[in-house]
């Protein structure tokens, strides 16, 4: 669907390099409640302040702020 290219097992990666790569984690056991897909995005730590300022100015919200930005 976004036309990435699979490297690995788990590993799909942007072949523009523009988005950001995408690591699937094969789950132990079925989940058949809610949030049966959780997304961790991983950007340079000097970047990581301002993207998440810019990502809540663009109309986001923290939920859970403990670790955030790191």
Request: proline share 6%.
């Amino acid at each position: 669907m976004l036309g990435y290219e699979q490297v690995s097992d788990e590993d799909l990666l942007d072949p523009r390099r523009r988005g950001p790569a995408i690591w699937c984690q094969q789950m132990k056991e079925l989940r058949t409640e809610r949030n049966r897909i959780h997304v961790d995005v991983s950007v340079p730590h000097a970047q990581a302040e301002a993207r998440v300022a810019a990502g809540v100015a663009a109309g986001g919200r923290i939920v859970f702020g403990r670790d955030t930005p790191a």
